[in-house]
């Protein structure tokens, strides 16, 4: 029989035991967090101060940056931390927090997904009832149920998983808690509560991702409909963004979720956890930024009002002017 002593924290696997290496990925995995975390700031300033930019589509766009910065925010800071101290426990109180936190950040994100796909299909499908199906107060709708909705499951979820006693192994193989490495070190019989929990999870996630497949059905019927090819590559454009990033975060999600389950987890499966955590939140601005031609615009203003051009010609010819008049006065004395 497995010995049940209370267990108050656990050792995060991370990558490497040598403290060396433990440096050098912390260094790195800063560098990456930061340009993450910059990045995905500056979408959300853009989209706060340019009034171009207040359109329910950048509205949906500004909450996905948010939770990009807190789902990316919740395990990279302890990783960084853990492999420049090179201590890698962590309490079971902060365990818990980090599925919660996890868990609520990434259902909020499909939520908002899907919410966005809805809002191109009716801008697409639509367009004569736009401004009145997508109007302000339902814009703030669909964003609270989906940020309230996310709260909820991964309160639930997370009660689910800490209900259950764990003895054994404190190590979990991972550079983050997850629900499945806590699973296997769980003394409980019976784990109807987890797999309740895990099936209300299961039926959120086919529900949105049916409903973004049945948004874009209906978008390329009407799409293929448009005579003219440049107002279908033009309709296509405000679209593939939005699929490119579900696809990415739903693809990298089911590879750490769906696999099949392993006694002696590998590498790839911390791998598959970093993409998890880290490619949509870096992905995110990249897609929607390179290839927009609105924030690309907006970030021109941005840089003109910070920095005028005026003002900089001004200050350089200021400069020349005392550069020559100091040496008329050297050349006079």
């Known amino acids: 029989m497995p010995n049940a002593t209370r267990i108050t924290g656990f050792i995060l696997l991370g ?92 259902a909020g994100e ?7 796909s809805y809002d191109r299909y009716v801008a697409i499908c639509s367009p004569l009832r736009y401004e009145a199906i997508m109007s302000n107060g339902n814009c703030v709708l669909m964003v609270g149920i989906s940020w ?8 639930l979820y997370t009660a689910g998983t800490f209900s259950m006693p764990f003895c054994g192994s404190i190590v979990i193989p991972q550079f983050f808690c997850d629900v499945p490495s806590l699973l296997r070190i769980s003394c409980s019989g019976s784990l109807m509560i987890i797999y309740i929990s895990l099936g209300i999870g299961m039926c959120l996630c086919m529900s949105c991702f049916y409903c973004v497949m049945i948004s874009y059905f209906y978008i390329i019927s009407t799409v293929l409909k448009i005579p003219t090819t440049r107002g279908q590559s033009k309709a296509f454009a405000t ?5 490119t990033v579900f696809s990415v975060f739903i693809a990298t999600a089911c590879f750490v979720y769906l696999k099949p389950p392993s006694d002696i987890p590998s590498i790839t499966d911390r791998l598959f956890s970093v993409l998890y955590t880290v490619l949509p939140p870096a992905l995110n601005p990249v897609i929607y930024s390179l290839r927009n031609s609105d924030v690309k615009c907006s970030l021109r203003r941005l840089q003109q009002n910070l920095c005028p051009r005026d003002s900089y010609y001004l200050t350089v010819q200021r400069f020349c002017q005392c550069y020559i008049a100091s040496q008329v006065t050297s050349k006079c004395f």
């Open 15 to 106: 990558f490497s035991s040598a403290p060396e290496l433990q440096t050098v990925c912390g260094l790195f995995f800063l560098v990456m967090y930061l340009a993450v975390i910059m990045s995905n700031l500056l979408i959300i300033t853009l989209i706060t101060l340019d009034l171009k930019l207040q359109t329910p589509m950048y509205f949906f766009l500004k909450n996905l940056s948010l939770l990009d910065v807190f789902l990316v925010s919740i395990p990279i800071p302890k990783f960084i931390i853990n492999n420049l101290t090179h201590n890698n426990y962590i309490s079971i109180l902060g365990c818990a927090f980090q599925i919660l936190l996890m868990t609520s950040f990434s």
């Open 110 to 116: 499909i939520f908002v997904l899907t919410a966005m």
């Open 148 to 155: 309230a909705t996310g709260i909820l499951f991964g309160a």
């Open 239 to 243: 679209c593939i963004p939005h699929l």
